[in-house]
């Protein structure tokens, strides 16, 4: 079609209107939040769990120390907040120590802090997926030194896989979920059925959501971002609408623009 006898209009932003709960604030929550500006969405940013030091920071110190001395075969590392716990520590890593990274996410955020990653899940990026792959990896060599670095509240999924594959595993708690309550003005706007969804990112994103915000109105969109999330959000009573194909940012807004436009 000419530009004389017109042209065809660009598609409506697929969010429009819509109102997004994103549950969590920092450089994620801002990158997550301007990706649903550009699909036209008004987010909302406030944050519902927030990060505290470990209750036993001298295991975790005397971990670390040992990890810069060489005395770890490999390394797993199952969040970006883990990172943030590396990075503030000024952690090294040596060279004979390998890392494996439970997801992309998590392998970007250790890239970005100068960290080089070994192993990150082909296709599930879970403790599970990783678990899978490891012996592939590791070309079935018993026993590996491996510290997992995990968080207060994670279940020992990974630890316990390592250890029942005959290697010798370290756990360390590495940093503490704690709740964050939001302001009144967000769970009103939530009971009023004012928000169109609400991101969930982790079962310790769920339990708040649940707590704080539920019962979620049926009009709202609960979005999980992995199968794992979602049956976690399940089993604190949330319900869950979509979960993204991936666990990324990217996957979790797709899956939230797909229910919006079906």
């Not at 970006?80 to 990274?101: F, G, K, M, N, Y």
């Not at 899978?132 to 968080?151: C, D, H, K, Q």
């Amino acid at each position: 079609m000419s530009a004389q006898s017109g042209s065809i209009p660009a598609p409506a932003k697929p969010l429009a209107g819509w109102r997004v709960l994103v549950p969590r604030g920092g450089p994620w929550g801002d990158s997550v939040a301007a990706d649903l500006r550009a699909k036209g969405a008004s987010p909302v940013v406030a944050a519902m769990i927030n990060f505290a030091p470990t209750a036993d920071a001298p295991a975790l110190e005397a971990a670390l120390a040992r990890l810069a001395d060489g005395d770890f075969d490999w390394m797993t590392v199952t969040s970006a907040t883990t990172v943030d716990v590396l990075s503030a520590q000024r952690v090294v890593v040596p060279p004979s120590t390998r890392v494996a990274a439970v997801g992309e996410t998590t392998a970007a955020a250790l890239v970005a802090a100068g960290y080089t990653v070994d192993l990150v899940p082909s296709e599930d990026n879970s403790a599970r997926g990783l678990l899978a792959e490891w012996e592939a990896a590791t070309a079935g060599v018993v026993p590996l030194r491996v510290l997992t670095l995990r968080s207060e509240i994670a279940k020992p999924l990974l630890t316990e896989g390592l250890k029942r594959i005959g290697h010798d595993v370290e756990s360390v708690v590495a940093y503490r979920t704690i709740g964050v309550p939001v302001p009144e003005s967000v769970v009103t706007d939530v009971a009023d059925g004012l928000v169109q969804a609400i991101l969930v990112t982790s079962g310790s994103v769920a339990e708040q959501v649940q707590g704080q915000l539920g019962p979620i109105p049926g009009t709202t969109l609960v979005a999980a971002i992995g199968p794992q999330t979602a049956r976690d959000a399940r089993s604190f009573g949330l319900r869950v609408d979509v979960i993204a194909a991936e666990r990324t940012a990217a996957s979790l807004i797709a899956a939230v623009v797909d229910a919006a436009s079906s």
